[in-house]
């Protein structure tokens, strides 16, 4: 059962253009949204991140939409970089909180492979 | 610069030998976490840890053991390995608290079983 979803195996992109890329989630108790990126051979790193009670996050190039009715979130990075050229993964957040302790984990969608053209 | 660091980058079993993945992570974090990538389907997660000797199953964990002896170190176990475990093994480590979930992960160990 796979709770998060990233329906686009791929996506090529521009330079100086806008990347979309897209993550549909089902369980509607996920706390917050996060994107990861991951480049060959390296861990993934973070991104950016949006609370569930929020339905936008900026950080310079990126910004996260969550539409919540329609359990729909998207990256938009622009202006695209060839150095943006990586794996994008999608993942959800479902924690509890007991005294400041949280006890949760990240469920990732299947990843979006962006390649940016110069 | 905080840092989790996988012991192998890169190795090559044959199927039935008991494989160790070990990770140790600098930032003195409560949680950790073993996660499989393979294409097409994500990351996995195996198993996590919220506290030293504490463990608990992931939505993969068939095949797999771990140990947390130590606050900083998180051991992946493979029994008996087969070829269906070839892939790339993921590592993570996160701070008690961190209510948004953000991980901080490892390099990552390609294991091969032949």
């Known amino acids: 059962d796979q709770q998060v979803k990233q329906n686009s195996p791929s996506l090529s992109v521009q330079e100086g253009r806008i990347s979309i890329l897209n993550c549909d989630y089902t369980?509607?108790?996920?706390?917050?949204f996060l994107w990861y990126k991951k480049y060959p051979a390296e861990g993934p790193t973070f991104l950016i991140s949006i609370s569930s009670i929020k339905d936008k996050n900026e950080d310079g190039r990126f910004t996260v939409f969550l539409n919540k009715s329609a359990k729909h979130l998207s990256l938009h990075i622009v202006p695209s970089q060839p150095g943006d050229s990586a794996v994008y993964f999608c993942a959800a957040f479902w924690g509890t909180n007991a005294g400041g302790t949280s006890y949760g984990k990240l469920t990732f969608g299947q990843g979006t492979i962006l390649t940016v053209h110069p | 610069d905080v840092k989790v660091t996988q012991s192998s980058r890169y190795l090559v079993k044959r199927t039935g030998e008991k494989v160790f993945l070990e990770c140790v992570q600098d930032?003195?974090?409560?949680?950790m976490f073993w996660y499989r990538q393979d294409p097409g389907l994500g990351l996995r997660l195996i198993y996590f840890?919220?506290?030293?000797?504490?463990?608990e199953k992931g939505d993969i964990p068939e095949g797999y053991s771990v140990s947390r002896e130590k606050k900083e170190r998180f051991s992946l176990i493979l029994e008996s390995a087969s070829t269906n475990q070839t892939s790339m093994y993921l590592c993570?480590?996160?701070?008690?608290?961190?209510?948004?979930?953000?991980?901080?992960f490892g390099e990552g160990s390609r294991l091969t079983v032949l």
């Open positions: 930032m003195d974090h409560e949680n």
């Open positions: 993570a480590s996160s701070r008690q608290g961190t209510l948004s979930g953000e991980l901080f």
């Open positions: 369980n509607s108790m996920f706390d917050y």
């Open positions: 840890s919220y506290d030293v000797k504490m463990k």
